[in-house]
């Protein structure tokens, strides 16, 4: 990587050993002012719409700690975001930790100011109650956008303990609040036990596509990303990647775990399969340091969110 681009770079290995330096998304500056900014990485540091194994709120210190073993070329695509974008690490969204209704709200304050700027926010969760105030600010910007939802659970309950919203219910508000565009939501890695069948023919019913863990077992999901692609067309798109879509043996370090479920590399042919549309925000939610032993799960999370900034429209591929 050349040291003249005119965008900044991750602090490299030979300036700084990776156990050194601080703990920003792969090492790039800390910054809150967007000025001609393109991209920032964004934490959301919640668990307050956990329903059962709390943690997430640690998750989005822990990505960027695990970060630091990212380099700043992808090997397998070609793509060089550092050489395409101006990037930052917005730091964090300062949550209510006590309120989360406050916490929405302020949620989407900020990811307002963040599209207002014309910069891309990249999001590091936090429980998935996030993504729903998250898609408020998005409507706002762009009307109702399609959505690839990549999960162990469809997050389309009318309610959790009598409450509206929580991390298993964003995606039914969404629906209802006209967020997102139902024909084109793509469910990939749906998986596990549930109360009844309408747990994911709610979805289907209002329009989604779903794909079950089961359909992907055994095969790339390189040939469902392209028809995804192609249905989506230019439409803008959010990507919200809940980590508990990876089977655990990748990635136990979530709160509500689904045995049966995506292996990496089929996490890498989703985001990979996200090149060519018009995809204008991210997230990788559910990382839950407390039962992440090894710290991998916030590894493969950071990693993720790299993949996630090498599919943005404008990236230049070296091939």
Same mark, same amino acid.
Request: with cysteine; proline share 7%.
């Given at each position: 990587?050349?040291?003249?681009?005119?965008?900044?770079?991750?602090? &490299?290995? =030979?300036?700084?050993?990776?156990?050194?330096?601080?703990?920003?998304?792969? *090492?790039?500056? /800390?910054?809150? %002012?967007?000025?001609?900014?393109?991209?920032?990485?964004?934490?959301?540091?919640?668990?307050?719409?956990?329903? =059962?194994?709390?943690?997430?709120?640690?998750?989005?210190?822990?990505?960027?700690?695990?970060?630091?073993?990212? *380099?700043?070329?992808?090997?397998?695509?070609?793509a060089a975001p550092f050489e395409s974008f101006q990037v930052v690490d917005y730091g964090d969204i300062a949550v209510n930790t006590f309120n989360l209704h406050a916490t929405?709200? @302020? @949620?989407?304050?900020?990811?307002?100011? @963040?599209?207002?700027?014309?910069t891309i926010p990249l999001i590091l969760g936090g429980d998935h109650t996030l993504t729903y105030p998250v898609l408020r600010s998005f409507a706002k910007k762009y009307g109702?956008?399609?959505?690839?939802?990549?999960?162990?659970?469809?997050?389309?309950?009318?309610?959790?303990? &009598?409450?509206?919203?929580?991390?298993?219910?964003?995606? #039914? #508000?969404? /629906?209802?609040?006209?967020? @997102?565009?139902?024909?084109?939501?793509?469910?990939?890695?749906?998986?596990?036990?549930?109360?009844?069948?309408?747990?994911?023919?709610?979805?289907?019913?209002?329009?989604?596509?779903?794909?079950?863990?089961?359909?992907?077992?055994?095969?790339?999901?390189t040939p469902l990303m392209s028809e995804i692609r192609h249905k989506v067309g230019p439409t803008p798109v959010y990507l919200s990647f809940d980590i508990d879509s990876l %089977?655990?043996?990748?990635?136990?370090?979530?709160?509500? /775990?689904?045995?049966?479920?995506?292996?990496?590399?089929?996490?890498?042919?989703?985001? *990979?399969?996200?090149?060519?549309? =018009?995809?204008?925000?991210?997230?990788?939610?559910?990382?839950?340091?407390?039962?992440?032993?090894?710290?991998?799960?916030?590894?493969? &999370?950071?990693?993720?969110?790299?993949?996630?900034?090498?599919?943005?429209? &404008?990236?230049?591929? =070296?091939?």
């Amino acid at each position: 990587m050349s040291n003249m681009s005119k965008f900044n770079q991750p602090l &490299g290995a =030979n300036d700084m050993p990776r156990f050194g330096g601080l703990a920003s998304m792969m *090492r790039l500056p /800390v910054s809150s %002012d967007l000025t001609r900014v393109d991209v920032c990485f964004v934490g959301v540091p919640m668990d307050i719409g956990a329903s =059962n194994r709390a943690g997430t709120r640690h998750g989005p210190r822990q990505i960027r700690t695990e970060s630091c073993l990212i *380099r700043p070329y992808n090997m397998g695509t070609g793509a060089a975001p550092f050489e395409s974008f101006q990037v930052v690490d917005y730091g964090d969204i300062a949550v209510n930790t006590f309120n989360l209704h406050a916490t929405c709200d @302020i @949620i989407t304050d900020e990811i307002d100011h @963040i599209l207002a700027c014309e910069t891309i926010p990249l999001i590091l969760g936090g429980d998935h109650t996030l993504t729903y105030p998250v898609l408020r600010s998005f409507a706002k910007k762009y009307g109702p956008v399609a959505l690839v939802h990549v999960d162990a659970h469809a997050d389309t309950s009318e309610a959790m303990f &009598g409450e509206k919203v929580a991390h298993g219910t964003p995606f #039914r #508000r969404a /629906v209802e609040e006209n967020l @997102i565009i139902p024909e084109k939501t793509f469910q990939i890695g749906l998986r596990g036990s549930g109360y009844s069948p309408e747990d994911y023919n709610w979805g289907r019913n209002k329009g989604f596509e779903v794909h079950t863990a089961e359909m992907c077992w055994h095969q790339s999901l390189t040939p469902l990303m392209s028809e995804i692609r192609h249905k989506v067309g230019p439409t803008p798109v959010y990507l919200s990647f809940d980590i508990d879509s990876l %089977d655990p043996a990748f990635a136990p370090g979530t709160g509500t /775990v689904e045995l049966g479920g995506l292996t990496t590399i089929q996490g890498l042919e989703v985001v *990979r399969g996200c090149l060519g549309m =018009n995809l204008v925000g991210g997230d990788l939610v559910e990382v839950s340091p407390p039962y992440d032993t090894t710290g991998n799960t916030a590894l493969i &999370g950071s990693q993720l969110l790299f993949e996630m900034l090498c599919v943005l429209p &404008g990236i230049k591929i =070296n091939r």
